[in-house]
């Protein structure tokens, strides 16, 4: 089987196995246990999504230490695998508070520290990871827009007949629609499961860097932070996940506040990864013209306008969904080019910890900042419970988007590329 094949299968399920569950989360985790949902508060939601990918992200790289210099990766991320799908079908049999947010530290623990190693086992078996890794990342993009399509279409609706808009197929909604999402935790739960033999039987093998060095391998990915360029884009990075988490907090339920169907919400918020799908096969060419400051900065603005877009009031429900485009620019424009840039900086006997640290900040310390803002501004709105009003979400919006321009203006002034010289 050809190696780009495999690779790109491999990042296929890593996303797909996300993408079926996550993008409904902030959704049936609110929604009134009536209607079918969990009925928890936001700030409940909160603390489900944020803390327990805080916990994972800070165990990943001691995970990502036992690759770089005792096992292979690909075999590490089988056993992995094969028990976060355990996890997944178990979670879909919670209801209670305490019972998500231990389940879902047990969930974040074993799948975290995939994601970075399968970012460095590609990278590490490609040739040129700065042209060629975007052309293998995508298809986690294909995947997350093909599961949320195909959920959708086949299990949320019923009658299915064509139309020329998008989702293109359209049915009728179960009257238990919002029960019925709740049945994406133990479809992502099998297919983890399957995604493991895979990673065991058919990834290359890659075995340890040897390293000669005696210090713990994350306090030497830790002396990146030395390098101006690697803490401007941890620091940047941080506040760039804590509104990106915050868009799969409030999202959902804000185009549901304006009218879409409950069945159109994942084909609506996957617009974006069609756009991530042509960004990510420009990002290459990109970077390589215009540099990682001009590219990531770029990605930065990229949240900002998608923001201020939503923050105004009373536009048609249209407006909000075409909005999603712009996520394509937002996740390849700053998550991948900084995912290249980081394994571009870090030395070869540390690149596994160097994304493991990287994505402690992406998806470990953004999302619990995430989780404080989320309650935060529910409190000032005064609407810390299930439900938020368009003008609610509009102050949420609101908010988000000046931290990304915030953000965009430091990136700019101050992040300097110091692998420039090896082009």
Not at 68 to 80: F, S, W
Not at 92 to 110: C, D, E, K, P, V
Not at 260 to 269: C, F, G, K, R, Y
Request: with cysteine; net charge positive; glycine share 8%.
């Amino acid at each position: 089987m050809p190696l780009r094949f495999r690779l790109n299968a491999m990042m296929f399920l890593e996303y797909a196995v996300k993408g079926l569950w996550f993008p409904l989360a902030g959704f049936f985790l609110t929604v009134a246990i009536v209607d079918g949902g969990l009925g928890f508060t936001q700030r409940e939601k909160g603390l489900i999504i944020g803390v327990p990918m805080a916990i994972g992200a800070i165990c990943a790289p001691f995970i990502a230490q036992i690759c770089d210099r005792y096992l292979p990766t690909e075999k590490i991320l089988a056993v992995l695998l094969f028990f976060t799908g355990i996890i997944k079908i178990l979670l879909s049999y919670q209801n209670t508070f305490s019972g998500w947010m231990g389940f879902s530290i047990a969930f974040t623990i074993l799948y975290l520290p995939t994601v970075s190693l399968t970012n460095s086992l590609a990278m590490r078996h490609l040739k040129d990871p700065k042209t060629q890794f975007p052309g293998v990342r995508v298809w986690g993009t294909i995947a997350w827009i093909a599961v949320g399509w195909g959920f959708s279409m086949i299990w949320l609706q019923h009658g299915l007949h064509f139309q020329w808009l998008p989702p293109f197929l359209k049915g009728i909604e179960h009257t238990d629609i919002t029960a019925r999402m709740l049945d994406s935790l133990k479809i992502a739960g099998v297919l983890c499961m399957v995604y493991a033999v895979f990673c065991w039987f058919i990834l290359p093998p890659t075995p340890p860097v040897p390293n000669q060095s005696k210090k713990i391998v994350l306090i030497e990915a830790l002396g990146l932070l030395r390098k101006r360029s690697f803490a401007i884009l941890m620091l940047c990075g941080l506040a760039i996940a804590t509104i990106h988490t915050i868009y799969f907090f409030q999202m959902a339920p804000f185009l549901k506040a304006n009218g879409l169907d409950q069945s159109d919400i994942m084909p609506a918020m996957s617009i974006g990864q069609f756009s991530e799908i042509a960004v990510m096969g420009m990002l290459g060419l990109c970077l390589s013209k215009f540099g990682y400051r001009a590219v990531i900065t770029f990605g930065a603005l990229a949240y900002a306008l998608r923001y201020g877009i939503c923050a105004i009031t009373d536009l048609p429900l249209s407006a909000y969904v075409s909005a999603q485009v712009i996520h394509g620019f937002c996740f390849a424009g700053f998550f991948a080019a900084a995912f290249i840039y980081v394994d571009r900086v870090a030395p070869p006997q540390i690149k596994n910890s160097a994304q493991t640290l990287f994505m402690l900040v992406m998806l470990g310390i953004g999302p619990l900042t995430a989780s404080w803002l989320n309650g935060y501004l529910t409190g000032i709105i005064g609407e810390n419970t299930k439900e938020i009003s368009t003008a609610g979400f509009a102050f949420f919006w609101k908010v988000n988007a000046l931290i990304a321009l915030a953000t965009a203006i430091v990136f700019g002034l101050f992040f300097r590329d110091e692998t420039a010289e090896a082009d």
